[in-house]
């Protein structure tokens, strides 16, 4: 069993470390294009934006995950091929809408950053990746609900090749600046949607060739899949309002030092964050095909190893905060020394918040993992709500006593309830199994 996590789990953080890498890919191209300030600037806001949009799309990879795993654990070949058809009539769906709306939607978004005429370039040029992009949530997910990891994360790596490499010969070679960039990133998108339909007709021909589209079109059918998929839309969107609060919150403060450091040592979270969420996502396949399946000890079993080997994950990361601070944060700051200074003492004061986070957040991110892997979808929603309100609660009660320690208290309790209110309305683990089958 501990092999089969591990199977899942290391291609899903290889593709999870992409990300960032990617990023700061693009980064370092947009510094090199001339007017580096404005240029890096109008890419960071252009990133902002469709990282919003594409984190509040990414209800459809989990969904789709998730009930592929358990019709994978039933044997149901054919409803594994029908739910591929869904997840794709939804993304296409989706992307038609924010194609339609691209104009409105982008100009308020640009108006909202206070964005100028270079980040109107770069979203009207990239908005053209949203089909693909959100074709491959659907895709990816059904990938993963199949047991296999290895796939998307292929599909990453060539993604990141191809985006680098288009990306420098459309800014430099064509002389397209920043627009450039965005072109690139469109052309990796589609590339990665050629590459996992290419893997679905090589290794799943037998699979998709049972799909009919009346049965996966079916209202009762479509009903499920889009209520699994509303709850976990309203979980994400709660999550963003969360993270973004915390920025706002924290700029709200007055004084710029603790932003700054409140943004460096959210950085460091989130490093943590990508390689627990490795374990997350085996945990949405197993749990759905042990779901699936009805195997109750199974799924027990699971749980207890992943949740060992998420407790390892996060001890190491401690050990790393504790020993490794200030070259870690030496990585993020190398500015004027007097500012450099100021950020490291500020960081110095809040440095316990980062080493508890990965204690209290390796639990949370796993058993979204396993609520997500047995669509008990309400759970994951009402108990993100009410972590939410007490986040918000804790905060406003105590800033005017701890300030920004109230905010990092607000949320890691934060974390602390949505791990623990998802175990206690499930029943424990044992009792995914019986309210799975009331669905």
């Not at 770069?122 to 895709?139: D, N, Q």
């Not at 009805?294 to 390892?312: C, K, P, Q």
């Not at 990965?358 to 047995?374: E, N, Q, R, T």
């Not at 905010?407 to 209110?421: I, Q």
């Amino acid at each position: 069993m501990t092999r089969e996590i591990w199977r899942l789990t290391i291609p899903n953080i290889v593709s999870n470390v992409t990300v960032p890498l990617l990023g700061m890919a693009d980064m370092a191209i947009a510094g090199r294009l001339g007017d580096s300030t404005a240029t890096i600037g109008a890419l960071a806001i252009g990133t902002t934006i469709f990282n919003f949009i594409y984190w509040n799309c990414s209800f459809l990879r989990m969904g789709t995950s998730g009930l592929t795993a358990q019709a994978f654990g039933a044997g149901r070949k054919e409803e594994c091929a029908n739910l591929l058809v869904r997840g794709m009539v939804v993304a296409v769906a989706l992307a038609v809408v924010l194609i339609a709306l691209q104009r409105p939607v982008g100009e308020a978004a640009i108006w909202l950053m206070n964005g100028d005429d270079l980040v109107r370039r770069y979203f009207f040029a990239r908005i053209w990746a949203v089909p693909a992009a959100i074709s491959l949530f659907a895709l990816n997910g059904w990938f993963i609900g199949m047991q296999n990891s290895s796939t998307p994360m292929l599909i990453a790596l060539a993604q990141n090749v191809i985006n680098i490499a288009f990306s420098i010969w459309f800014a430099f070679g064509l002389d397209m600046g920043l627009e450039g960039v965005a072109w690139g990133t469109v052309v990796a998108q589609y590339s990665g949607v050629v590459l996992a339909v290419v893997a679905i007709v090589r290794r799943y021909r037998d699979v998709v060739r049972l799909a009919c589209w009346r049965s996966a079109l079916r209202l009762q059918a479509m009903g499920r899949f889009f209520t699994v998929n509303r709850d976990i839309f309203i979980r994400s969107f709660c999550l963003c309002v969360a993270y973004s609060f915390f920025t706002a919150a924290g700029a709200r403060m007055g004084d710029p030092t603790i932003l700054a450091v409140n943004s460096l040592m959210m950085q460091l979270f989130s490093l943590f964050s990508y390689m627990s969420d490795g374990v997350a996502y085996a945990a949405e396949a197993l749990t759905g095909r042990f779901v699936g399946a009805r195997d109750a000890d199974s799924l027990s079993d699971a749980a207890g190893r992943m949740f060992r080997i998420s407790l390892v994950i996060a001890l190491a990361y401690v050990a790393v905060y504790m020993v490794g601070w200030e070259w870690l944060l030496g990585l993020f700051v190398d500015g004027d020394p007097n500012e450099t200074a100021a950020i490291m003492a500020t960081a110095a004061r809040y440095r316990v918040w980062v080493i508890l986070s990965p204690l209290v957040g390796f639990a949370p991110f796993l058993m979204d993992g396993i609520m997500i892997g047995a669509t008990m979808t309400r759970i994951l929603r009402n108990s993100m709500v009410c972590a939410l309100a007490l986040y918000f609660a804790i905060f406003f009660s105590l800033r005017g006593v701890w300030g920004n320690d109230a905010l990092w208290l607000a949320f890691l309790l934060f974390m602390v309830a949505r791990g623990v209110l998802q175990y206690l309305m499930a029943g424990g683990i044992r009792g995914i199994i019986p309210r799975a089958e009331q669905l």
